[in-house]
């Protein structure tokens, strides 16, 4: 057993379960979140316990490119996670590796937490700068209430340490899309998109993106499907626009970019908060 972290800083301890054999999975616990974690090879997939027949979420990771960048796929299973994965085993796509999660708790997860779980973590990855989400739909369940979906974040944030400490880097929840602070700091999370404000007349197709970090100068164009132009490429999200803007540091895209207008450069993140709370009204 063998705990990494140190409880006396920020860094939370996780505790590893090191196999003593070849082809058995790494199992980690995290305490704060009551977390099971599972790190297995495609091939030792049949190996997992019977622990793995429990509802949960699992991402299935790619080899790490020379450029850093690294594919995965994110799913649930709602019971019997173990053979969710097998049915990934005989496909031809190129993960190696697995992670399986779930509940370390005499209670585990239901259907309605890996649903918003898979989601959530589902927009981490793909909002990082080097992830490569192979989902062909993004998965996403907004159907719990808004002190679950706050519980449920220290979960996703026991899998993206988990994935730091593998060598993955997924963004943290300060640089996602969509996410805001609501009463008493708890995390909210938007729905609007940049299409959303474009719908409503806010910001306009092929309108320039200016960058709002003296640090980090660059602009960027809206691209008519609400994807964002810069440097020649195409972007899936302002947060990953914002990213290679910066070279590939983490940049939450909502408060990095702003539009000019008679006032001056206005942040994405204030037409975002408007949008919201014309939503709330009644």
Known sequence: MVAIGDSKDERMPLTALVPELPGQPLEIFDDVSAIHIALVDRDGVS????????????????PIASGGTWGVYVGKAAAGLKSRVRHHISGKDSWNRAVLVRRDTTHGFNSAHVGWLEGHLHQLLTASALARPSNKVAPSDESLAAHEQHALMACATGVIRTLRLLGFEPAAESEL????TGNH??????????PDLMTAGRVKVGEELVSLNSLWPASAKV????QVIFDGTTFTSLSSAASAAKKGGAANGWEFWGVRRDSGLVPLAVFRSEFDRKKTLP
């Open 177 to 180: 899309d969509g996410s805001a």
């Open 47 to 62: 190996r997992l316990g019977g622990v793995w027949d429990n509802a949960g979420v699992y991402l299935l990771l790619d």
């Open 185 to 194: 700091g708890k995390r909210q999370m938007s729905t609007t998109t940049l």
């Open 223 to 226: 691209a008519p499907d609400g």
